[in-house]
């Protein structure tokens, strides 16, 4: 494989990558807080919807970030308010989010659909993005090194500050934390709506760096990779990381070696698009084995807190 | 097992019972139609929904709204959900009820069964019942004069076909391309990718931008959407063209021309054919010819000569001088399949599996 190949490979690899990335470290945070939203792809579908609907609308990808952001953040705001105010099941509350933000999206999105707007692309000069080598760290859209620095912010807010080790202790043991003085509820509505926000940007990245244009859907099932994801990096932002583009890159080579033909073809299509969820369970099962020794899943995760 | 058969015993008792109500006699003339389209996804998908929505108005134009109704039911999923809808469309007087997705097959020959006196359109269907007709344009037409272009203007040779899923269809899609383009350019290489789903726009994306890595020049796709076509603009390749619609809104530079899905000419014969009381049950499979598959408009950078041989074969197709499977033709694998001389007929076309030679599948 030469190199020109294996840097293009790695650059649509990046592209796949990031809207997993994004959602699932806003999922990250909501699971570590001790809540479980199930309903990733209905906040991701918003997102893209509202993304694309701005970005249109005003010509400003930025806008179009925000307004995502903002619009994942106030449909997970709805779960928030059934599971966090009125303790209901949050994996129903989750499903319903879900099913919520594919209706939405599509009547939202109807008079934008045959619409096209621009990729939101790199912001290097092209001196940088179209070097034949050098690309392969600049051709990227501003989203790709947005969601590799909120791995890092993420990490470090979790281990390195007061905040993210109250949040930690609201997943662990809400009710200790209550006892002591914090506010349960009051992190988890945090937790959720940064979740919320970051699906909603991992959602616009469809329409803003994947292929410029809306239609129902377009996200195509990602939001449950992405969960699939949390669970996979063991709630950890750095394997997250390696996850996410592990995943991209199984869901990238599939469409490589289907292009190159030959050898390739040996692996059918159908095992390559199964892989994600087969290492998924792989690592679910080596989880398991090794549960006693590693930290894994918050203890109150998808337990409803109603303090006595 | 007695008890379903009572309950369908009752409804059919029941849709009987309702028959003087929405038309007494199916052999007689009506003064006017109701006519329902069921639809998988919205019409303003650009595409195979909006294609199948305009053939229902410019039908309704033709005949006169005093002469036909019409009701739209979008975005109904394949399987048991859309038998209900098919029944209800029944039950609510409707004299003709179009399906528009191959899926709907097996829904609709279950209610056609039971209404027997309501007409039944399966479009690209592949069984017929009394009440049940089939109809289906010969896309793979449209597809060699796309082929003609590719195979004169790809400078790398190789072109792509990115695919949804192995169907027959799809198959002869990719076979008639493949073959116009050997015309022009006797090594072109036509290199597949099936994505597994017709509307996944984010996976197309990054199936052509696998192809363009690995030199394909000229895009062409069988799914309902423009994203292959953005990335042919995107990358600046030779191009790609519209399936089913006119896409250069999308890709101003690499939109090539399109084939468009008209419906209409089919809409108003099945509807036309209700009003005068003579519908018959049936296949309609028509093509350039029938007016049913049409060529948008060349993209000004596609030069004279190629227009001209794009014309040509079209013109070919429609007086029957050029056949889109005209043998010899050699498999991929290296079997001779159709002799000099000889074509594949419309009764050998949905039973192809195979390739052409210089298909990458």
């Not at chain 2, 493949?178 to 350019?185: D, E, P, W």
Request: charged residues 15%; glycine residues 12%.
């Amino acid at each position: 494989m030469n190199i020109d190949l294996t840097i293009a490979i790695i650059i649509t690899m990046v592209g796949a990558s990031t809207p997993l990335l994004l959602a699932a470290l806003g999922e990250l945070v909501v699971e570590k807080s001790g809540v479980l939203n199930l309903g990733i792809e209905g906040m991701m579908l918003t997102g893209a919807v509202v993304g694309f609907a701005v970005t249109y609308t005003t010509g400003n990808p930025w806008l179009g970030i925000f307004a995502a952001a903002i619009a994942g953040a106030s449909v997970s705001m709805i779960f928030a308010f059934l599971t966090l105010t009125l303790s209901a099941n949050q994996v129903a509350t989750g499903l319903a989010l879900t099913i919520f933000g594919a209706g939405f999206s599509a009547l939202f999105g109807q008079p934008f659909t045959g619409k096209p707007i621009a990729l939101f692309k790199s912001i290097f000069p092209d001196s940088l993005t179209e070097h034949p080598i050098l690309r392969v760290f600049f051709d990227y859209s501003p989203l790709v090194y947005f969601s590799l620095f909120m791995v890092f912010a993420v990490y470090w807010f979790l281990q390195k500050t007061r905040a993210g080790l109250i949040l930690r202790a609201v997943g662990e043991n809400d009710h200790s934390a209550h006892s002591i003085g914090y506010s349960v509820i009051g992190v988890r509505y945090g937790a959720v709506a940064f979740g919320g926000a970051m699906a909603g940007i991992g959602g616009s990245c469809f329409p803003l760096i994947l292929t410029p244009q809306w239609v129902e859907g377009l996200t195509g099932g990602r939001g449950w990779i992405a969960l699939a994801l949390v669970v996979f990096a063991a709630w950890r932002p750095g394997r997250l990381l390696a996850g996410a583009y592990l995943f991209g890159l199984i869901a990238t080579m599939e469409l490589y070696a289907k292009a190159a033909g030959g050898s390739f073809r040996i692996i059918p299509s159908e095992l390559w698009a199964s892989l994600p969820y087969l290492a998924t369970i792989i690592v679910l099962v080596l989880i398991s084995i090794r549960h006693k020794t590693s930290s894994s899943a918050p203890a109150c995760l998808g337990k409803p807190f109603i303090p006595n | 097992m007695k008890l379903i058969n009572r309950r369908n015993a009752l409804k059919i008792g029941g849709a009987a019972a309702m028959l003087p109500l929405i038309g007494s006699n199916a052999f007689a003339k009506k003064d006017k139609v109701k006519a329902a389209f069921v639809l998988i996804g919205t019409p303003d998908d650009n595409g195979w929904n909006y294609g199948h929505d305009l053939g229902r108005q410019e039908m309704i134009t033709a005949l006169g709204a005093d002469r036909v109704e019409t009701t739209v039911v979008t975005n109904v999923a394949e399987g048991p959900d859309s038998e209900r809808v098919f029944r209800e469309l029944a039950q609510q007087g409707h004299d003709i009820i179009f399906g528009t997705s191959f899926g709907y097959g097996d829904a609709m020959l279950k209610v056609a069964k039971q209404f027997p006196d309501v007409k039944f359109e399966w479009a690209t269907g592949y069984k017929t019942a009394p009440n049940l007709s089939i109809y289906n344009a010969r896309f793979h037409e449209g597809r060699s004069v796309l082929g003609t272009i590719a195979g004169m203007m790809s400078k790398t040779g190789i072109g792509a076909y990115i695919g949804s899923f192995p169907i027959p269809e799809v198959v002869m899609g990719i076979n008639a391309f493949h073959l116009a383009a050997r015309k022009a350019n006797p090594d072109f290489i036509t290199k597949v990718v099936y994505i597994d789903s017709w509307n996944d726009p984010a996976k197309e994306s990054d199936a052509a931008r696998a192809l363009v890595d690995q030199g394909v020049d000229v895009i062409t796709q069988h799914t309902d959407g423009p994203a292959a076509l953005q990335v042919a603009e995107e990358r600046g390749i030779i191009g790609g063209f519209g399936q089913g619609a006119d896409m250069s809104a999308f890709a101003p530079n690499a939109h090539l021309t399109s084939i468009i899905d008209i419906w209409s000419p089919y809409y108003i014969k099945a509807v036309k054919s209700l009003l005068d009381g003579n519908w018959k049950e049936g296949g309609s499979w028509e093509g350039l010819a029938g007016g049913e598959v049409v060529i948008g408009d060349y993209n000004s950078k596609v030069p004279a000569n190629v227009i001209a041989a794009a014309e040509a074969v079209k013109a070919g197709i429609i007086d029957g001088s050029v056949h889109p499977f005209a043998g010899p033709i050699t498999d991929n694998k290296g079997t001779l399949r159709v002799e000099a001389g000889d074509v594949i007929d419309d009764g050998e076309f949905w039973a192809v599996d195979w390739y052409a030679e210089g298909v990458e599948a």
